[in-house]
């Protein structure tokens, strides 16, 4: 004999039935959607990183150059061997020993500063300067007028500097013939300006080089160098 179910029982089960197989399909979608979900974060994650690699890569504040970050080292290598050519003169001209104790200071910083430079200069397929003994050879802009074989006529022009502080051929044969306080207090003069002429480029490549490594230096430069006007201001005033 077949049982037969009220209209609101049927009713009851067809909604029990539906919501079942709701429950069922949303199971389902959550599972699939879960795995791309999944992946979805990986790729994501890998795209961003891959995103910050390459952004990092070829950061310009580290690993790229400018034209500026090329004129800086062209010129502060000439200027710091210059800088090193008069130190080289005080051991045996300069009678206090403060001032060959300040030569041999700037011979120690600024002789492995010119090898840093160069090695850049080399990496980026730039020119490096040459030197002669006064350490002004290769510099644009330099007057060599009063070298040997040139037009002597020309002798009561001085040598312009190139650069900030650059002293002329003349300046550096009139330090070369002094000696004792005399050499003293013109190595001092001599030397304050060189290094300002040195804070000026160096204040450059701060504010307009991309190189990290350069700028960095740069910074280092104007410290030191800004140090070491005080302390010869101060040697002069002591005299």
Not at 28 to 44: I, K, Q, W, Y
Request: hydrophobic letters at 40%; proline letters at 5%.
């Amino acid at each position: 004999m077949a049982i037969r179910r009220s209209p609101l029982r049927r009713s009851v089960l067809r909604r029990s039935a539906a919501l079942v197989a709701a429950t069922t399909a949303a199971l389902v979608l959550t599972a699939c959607g879960g795995g791309a979900d999944s992946a979805s974060p990986s790729r994501s994650a890998h795209s961003d990183h891959g995103a910050t690699s390459d952004a990092a890569t070829p950061s310009t504040g580290r690993t790229g150059h400018n034209a500026q970050d090329v004129t800086f080292a062209q010129q502060m290598i000439p200027h710091h061997r210059q800088a090193v050519a008069m130190a080289d003169l005080a051991p045996t001209r300069a009678r206090s020993q403060q001032v060959k104790d300040l030569a041999a200071q700037i011979r120690k910083a600024q002789d492995p500063e010119i090898a840093t430079m160069t090695g850049w200069l080399k990496a980026w397929g730039a020119r490096v300067p040459e030197a002669d003994a006064s350490g002004t050879a290769g510099m644009p802009g330099m007057d060599h007028s009063g070298h040997p074989g040139s037009d002597h006529s020309a002798a009561s022009m001085p040598a312009m500097p190139a650069m900030p502080g650059m002293m002329s051929d003349a300046d550096m044969s009139g330090l070369e013939k002094m000696s004792g306080d005399v050499f003293d207090r013109a190595f001092l003069r001599m030397m304050i300006g060189h290094h300002e002429g040195a804070l000026d480029m160096a204040r450059t490549e701060q504010a307009k080089g991309a190189y990290g490594p350069a700028t960095a230096l740069a910074e280092s430069i104007a410290a030191s160098q800004s140090a070491e006007i005080a302390g010869m201001r101060k040697m002069l005033g002591e005299r």
